[in-house]
């Protein structure tokens, strides 16, 4: 988990970075077609935190609630899993 941590804080700083430079790009009047493509970059990289974040839960703290027995739990969070990602 430790570097799994490291990795998904880095990626959440370069995401801070890039939201702060769309703040100057608005300020500055950057073009319109320039600032979206960086707002796309930024909710493709949120995704991929979101995708590293589930792939994590799902194969560490769902497969040790099956293994416990707490099946119900498990597949309850294994759908709430699949709803989120479906938004």
Do not use: F, P, W
Request: proline residues 0%; charged residues 25%.
């Amino acid at each position: 988990m430790h570097t799994n941590k490291q990795k998904l804080t880095r990626r959440l700083k370069i995401l801070e970075g890039q939201v702060r430079g769309i703040q100057n790009m608005v300020d500055k009047k950057a073009y319109c077609i320039d600032i979206i493509t960086q707002t796309s970059a930024i909710k493709q990289g949120l995704s991929n935190i979101e995708d590293a974040l589930m792939e994590g839960h799902l194969g560490h703290c769902v497969v040790n609630q099956i293994k416990s027995g707490e099946t119900q739990k498990a597949t309850a969070e294994i759908l709430k899993v699949y709803q989120l990602k479906r938004k």
